[in-house]
């Protein structure tokens, strides 16, 4: 048996050339006309990005957030001749539950930062401290500060053998939870399949299908199925570029982002404001992005994205999905076989159905009998970001969740 990877503390630090040079970059952006589009149905808005990009060039504190970031445990470790980078802070109660949190695509690790403390360390935040979680945070392969990888084709449910090697064999966690959106709510579940023995429990944002990449065109979101059982409604195009893009050829747009900061900007954050809950107190969808992030918040995540160069190889996720399917690991139903939590957020909910409804809308879908389902709830608030939208909502259903496993096991 070989010897488990030993983990490297780790400071974050872009070279001050590298902001210098991001800085020159975005004040000599060759602008594109952008006429008619003031209601964004072209993209994203000229005036809007353009005001973002001089914010970014002129006044954005990278030092500030490098900062923060340092502020807690980051570490780097090597498995499979693939770089990790992860946050690893100790959880301050009687005996804190080790717990995974995973990312997803435009996210990074830092779209984590406002679940860190609470869960943590619930007793500074008004909690429990016998709900306090020792949470590993890290950066998936390729994206931001675990990039770029060394080879093509590494898979979701790859990815999850790494993360299970990262907790079991170099953290040494004989048990541990998961949670994830998007990416991270593949993964989860990927462990949740693979690893049931192992895992306490599976929280997800987003219950995707494992083998939902596994069809004859996985670049067509139109042709998906979802809680109601039928394909999504015509018109509703927000994932549509996303998805063709990313799978079909992710390779020819990460010259123009790897090259352009404010290429590499507006296709963030078109996301962003797209996948966001942006609706103001009476429902409306405002479209304003920043209902969903503070500009620092999108400036970070993208000067992440940009220092690290990982645009392109962040993209290549989907297309290697797509070339690689996903295959189950045992024959058991529910497919994933360890205890899964659920949490859903108002403004993902599918075309006319109300929050109210939503966990009802699961249980008698498609979906349900996938997942060894013990705890759903759903929230009035968030969008696709959950962890940093609607923090509490998150927070409060992985400490009820937890707590009730703890309690069934003993």
Do not use: C
Request: proline share 8%.
């Amino acid at each position: 048996m070989t010897d488990s990877p030993s983990p490297v503390r780790h400071t974050v630090h872009v070279p001050e050339s590298t902001l210098t040079d991001l800085a020159a970059r975005v004040r000599a952006t060759r602008w594109p006309d952008d006429p008619g589009n003031a209601d964004w149905s072209y993209g994203v808005q000229a005036d809007y990005l353009r005001g973002l990009a001089r914010i970014w060039s002129e006044e954005f504190d990278w030092r500030a957030v490098e900062a923060r970031i340092n502020a807690y445990p980051n570490w780097i470790v090597e498995i499979d001749g693939i770089p990790i980078h992860y946050l690893h802070v100790r959880g301050k109660g009687p005996s804190p539950t080790p717990l995974i949190l995973t990312h997803g695509w435009p996210w990074s690790f830092w779209d984590m930062a406002r679940v860190i403390g609470p869960l943590s360390d619930p007793e500074a935040f008004g909690g429990d401290p016998a709900d306090a979680f020792d949470l590993v945070i890290p950066s998936l392969p390729g994206y931001g500060f675990s990039g770029p990888v060394p080879r093509a084709g590494l898979t979701f449910w790859q990815i999850a053998d790494l993360w299970h090697r990262l907790m079991h064999d170099v953290l040494g966690y004989s048990r541990y939870g998961a949670s994830g959106g998007d990416w991270g709510a593949l993964i989860a579940s990927q462990l949740g399949h693979k690893y049931a023995d192992t895992l306490i429990g599976a929280h997800l944002m987003h219950p995707m299908l494992l083998d939902q990449f596994g069809g004859k065109m996985p670049w067509n979101v139109a042709a998906r199925a979802w809680d109601s059982g039928a394909a999504v409604p015509p018109g509703v195009t927000k994932f549509a570029a996303h998805f063709a893009v990313h799978v079909l050829d992710p390779q020819t747009l990460a010259y123009a982002l790897n090259d352009s900061p404010v290429g590499l900007l507006a296709w963030l954050l078109e996301r962003w404001r797209a996948w966001g809950d942006t609706r103001d107190e009476t429902g409306r969808v405002t479209g304003d992005p920043e209902r969903v992030f503070p500009t620092e918040h999108m400036l970070a995540n993208a000067t992440i994205y940009w220092a690290s160069g990982t645009a392109g190889s962040s993209m290549r996720a989907y297309a290697d999905a797509a070339r690689a399917p996903w295959a189950p690991s045992h024959d058991r139903h529910p497919v994933v076989e360890a205890p899964v939590g659920i949490s859903f957020l108002g403004g993902e909910n599918p075309a006319g159905v109300a929050t109210a409804d939503r966990v009802k809308l699961f249980q008698n879908g498609p979906r349900a009998d996938f997942f060894n389902t013990v705890f759903l709830n759903a929230h009035e608030r968030g969008g696709h970001f959950g962890y940093y939208e609607n923090p509490s909502a998150v927070v409060d259903d992985l400490r009820i969740m937890f707590r009730q496993l703890r309690a069934r096991n003993g």
